[in-house]
């Protein structure tokens, strides 16, 4: 039976209930609502945040450092220009450092993992073991990949990484040994499972013709997936060079953020890397998460349908429109700008915005560019005035992610999982420092507010609305 076939006759059986499940829905949704003045009474940090946006402090790290404040001569706490930390050392020094090398993302990588910067002759090793692991078991991508692909590559990329537990040896040896060698497997692995997806995702359901690209030994990370990605494997210097930037931005930021957590989580259990992995990869999906630079592409495209000339005055007017929920998808958001934690500034977005510049010009699409600029100016200032906000609003990285990917000419559906190949530089990290330093289950607590209940033998029981 052909896919949609398949889906066809499922949602066929699925309309038998469909009136049971609206009837069920409505139960459980009224069951589920609980007393919002029930979380000031009882002092609940919802989404493990205070009443100003602060992170609740629930563990510590080596591994990285987001500042977004600082303090003024009276010691009070006000916005400054975000930074961003790797290991103790400054992003933007990483990233100045390595201009011009090919292998950033490796270094950033090593550093990550191991807390210091590489040596050449360390760096070419790790090059050299990263190259090696960048395979996949004999005959993975025909049974695994290629058969019943998913129209969602983060969905497809977490089923491949848990298919790769029963082709591993020791797949529940959470040693620290063990587990450093599975982390690299995967990361090597990532760019390949992502991108093999999205192949077989075009054949499948686009009608696209089907080619795979083994993996170069001698190429980086991002030279890789340019040339997998690409039927004629050609890519420019330029083009390596700032989809490597991308991946040095993504690969860590912080213990706090939703996925990182949960891979802190996760393995806190005591369960195998790759439950822990396809975990985090389920957060990450996620459009609050993750999937976040997609909906700047799709607001881009909805400004540029309804301003193709770029009229600074319309545009303002639209943006205006986006905020008042009359616009695009009516949220009254507008996408890329803000973040939950840096107050002035993003810094990968401050760095992503330069290269941003030079691949515009390189694809002759420097008005594009602009507009962005413009947008970003404009939708800060809108903010500001429109909303009651108590930290300055930015653009983050997403606001210039997405344009890169679209200059570079990269499936869309591939975005998130490209993030995805980055940032499991920083799981890693962060699941090899839980095992090292934890012991103890997470468990946060939950205040129980059900009213007691008197049990009901079911001849008794009346129906409730």
């Not at 949602?11 to 589920?32: C, G, H, N, P, V």
């Amino acid at each position: 039976m052909h896919y949609s076939d398949l889906r066809d006759h499922l949602l066929a059986r699925f309309s038998k209930y469909s009136q049971d499940i609206m009837e069920l829905t409505k139960m459980a949704s009224k069951s589920d609502i609980i007393n919002p003045r029930l979380y000031e009474k009882y002092d609940v940090k919802r989404g493990l945040r205070d009443i100003n946006g602060n992170g609740v402090v629930c563990g510590l790290t080596e591994i990285s450092e987001i500042v977004a404040f600082g303090k003024d001569e009276d010691g009070n706490k006000i916005p400054v220009d975000g930074r961003l930390y790797y290991r103790g050392y400054n992003i933007r020094d990483l990233v100045k450092g390595a201009a011009g090398r090919r292998f950033d993302f490796e270094e950033a990588t090593y550093l990550l993992l191991f807390g210091h910067l590489p040596t050449k002759s360390q760096l070419e090793r790790f090059c050299e073991i990263l190259a090696d692991f960048r395979s996949l078991p004999p005959s993975f991508v025909r049974d695994i990949i290629m058969k019943a692909p998913s129209q969602d590559m983060m969905n497809m990329l977490a089923r491949s990484v848990l298919s790769l537990y029963s082709f591993d040896p020791k797949p529940d040896d959470i040693s620290k040994k063990n587990v450093l060698r599975q982390s690299l497997q995967l990361i090597a692995q990532f760019p390949l499972l992502t991108v093999y997806s999205q192949k077989a995702y075009s054949y499948y359901h686009s009608d696209a013709s089907l080619f795979i690209h083994k993996p170069k030994k001698e190429f980086s990370t991002a030279e890789n997936i340019l040339h997998m990605l690409r039927e004629d494997s050609k890519f420019t210097e330029l083009e390596a060079e700032v989809l490597d930037l991308c991946l040095v931005l993504h690969a860590e930021h912080g213990g706090g953020n939703n996925s990182t957590f949960t891979t802190h989580v996760v393995t806190s259990s005591g369960t195998d890397t790759y439950s822990s992995v396809a975990a985090s990869l389920g957060s990450l999906k996620g459009p609050k998460h993750g999937g976040a630079n997609i909906k700047v592409c799709e607001m881009f495209d909805c400004i540029k349908h309804n301003v193709p000339d770029f009229d600074k005055g319309k545009l303002k007017d639209f943006l205006a429109k986006m905020l008042n929920k009359e616009a695009f998808d009516r949220s009254g958001l507008i996408y890329g700008m803000g973040h939950a934690v840096y107050s002035l500034s993003d810094p990968r977005a401050d760095i992503l915005k330069a290269f941003a510049e030079k691949l515009a010009a390189e694809k002759h699409m420097e008005k594009e560019y602009e507009m962005r600029k413009s947008v970003a100016d404009m939708a800060a200032e809108l903010i500001a005035e429109k909303r009651k906000i108590y930290k300055g609003v930015s653009p983050n990285v997403d606001f210039y992610s997405g344009f890169v990917y679209d200059m570079l000419d990269l499936p869309r559906e591939l975005y998130t999982p490209f993030f995805a190949v980055s940032r499991i530089a920083g799981w890693s990290a962060h699941r090899m420092e839980e095992i090292t330093n934890g012991g103890k289950i997470i468990r946060p607590g939950y205040q129980a507010v059900a009213e007691r209940r008197e049990y009901v033998p079911i001849e008794k029981r009346v129906a409730e609305d």
